[in-house]
Nanobody
Framework: QVQLVESGGGSVQAGGSLRLSCAASASTFLYYAVGWFRQAPGKEREFVAAITTSGGGISYADFEKGRFTISRDNSKSTVYLQMNSLEPEDTAVYYC????????????????WGQGTQVTVSS
């Protein structure tokens, strides 16, 4: 069982930055690939980024255009999502998710999900 807790969301103006954190409860966290998804009001959940267990493999959604960076610190059982040059279109609830399989995470099929953290970007 893995519990995931997101933090770091908030309200910023367009062009600003936020760093989201996803803290995991399991000591076996280093064996899990982790991803970030987001869901805006009235829209379907969409993939943002994912990282392999070691951090050596990373995947990003096309929309982020080099603005987002995913990283992890296995010693702290935490994955981060640094978001720069935020746009109003980035407004959404951001969720982290974990699974032992990287492709499963990337495709949104992971078993473990956090409760989400709200990101609001104003113009």
């Amino acid at each position: 069982q893995v519990q995931l807790v997101e933090s770091g969301g908030g309200s910023v103006q367009a062009g600003g930055s936020l760093r989201l954190s996803c803290a995991a409860s399991a000591s076996t966290f280093l064996y899990y690939a982790v991803g970030w998804f987001r869901q805006a009001p009235g829209k379907e959940r969409e993939f943002v980024a994912a990282i392999t267990t070691s951090g050596g493999g990373i995947s990003y959604a096309d929309f982020e255009k080099g603005r987002f960076t995913i990283s992890r610190d296995n010693s702290k059982s935490t994955v981060y999502l640094q978001m720069n040059s935020l746009e109003p279109e980035d407004t959404a609830v951001y969720y982290c998710t974990a699974d032992r399989n990287f492709d499963t995470v990337r495709l949104g099929g992971a078993v473990y999900w956090g409760q989400g953290t709200q990101v609001t970007v104003s113009s």
